[in-house]
């Protein structure tokens, strides 16, 4: 990346910060191993959200910090009977069924493969192929709406974060079957 990168290619930073201060991650060598990933299509993945990425792959408990993150930002009311209330605990009932999925997918990676842990799903995909080409292509799917979720870009309507836990379940279920 030679050209500096203006606010679109940065992202949502102000919730890369919160994130990182959750995680007290706040040195700049503690982000020396997720900036090396990062790449420089930036239209396509602002720097933030690489590292949120990258963050979250690393421990999917860090999901729990992030989705608090988010609730801060998005100054969410607390009111229960509030549309925003109930999206907010959709959003929650996704992110804890897609944590389960990728706990699921990663126990099912070949054991010698020490990369497993931190490979993003769409690489790990590749490499499980006792999935179905048809599964494999509806993670790829819900991983979309995960990325929506996570990053706040196009979060689809409750109605539809339902149907997309359900079928996150279902999947999990699938691969948790094939486990040994």
């Not at 990346?1 to 919160?18: A, I």
């Not at 590749?126 to 929506?148: C, F, G, K, P, Q």
């Amino acid at each position: 990346m030679n050209e500096p990168v203006g606010d679109s290619g940065l992202g949502r930073v102000d919730l890369l910060f919160n994130f990182l201060r959750h995680l007290n991650k706040e040195a700049p060598a503690d982000l020396n191993s997720y900036l090396a990933s990062l790449h420089d299509n930036v239209e396509m993945r602002p720097l933030a959200e690489q590292v949120i990425d990258a963050l979250l792959a690393e421990d999917p408990s860090r999901y729990e910090n992030f989705n608090l993150v988010q609730v801060d930002a998005d100054a969410i009311s607390l009111d229960p009977r509030s549309q925003s209330a109930r999206m907010h605990q959709q959003i929650g009932h996704f992110l804890t069924s897609w944590v389960d999925l990728e706990e699921s997918l990663r126990n099912l990676a070949p054991r010698e493969d020490d990369e497993r842990i931190a490979l993003p799903i769409f690489r790990l995909l590749d490499r499980l192929t006792m999935l179905d080409a048809e599964t494999r292509h509806e993670i790829n799917l819900l991983r979309r709406v995960r990325n929506s979720v996570v990053h706040g870009r196009d979060v689809p309507p409750i109605s539809y974060l339902a149907e997309a836990t359900d079928r996150v379940q279902e999947i999990t279920e699938r691969v948790r079957r094939i486990l040994p």
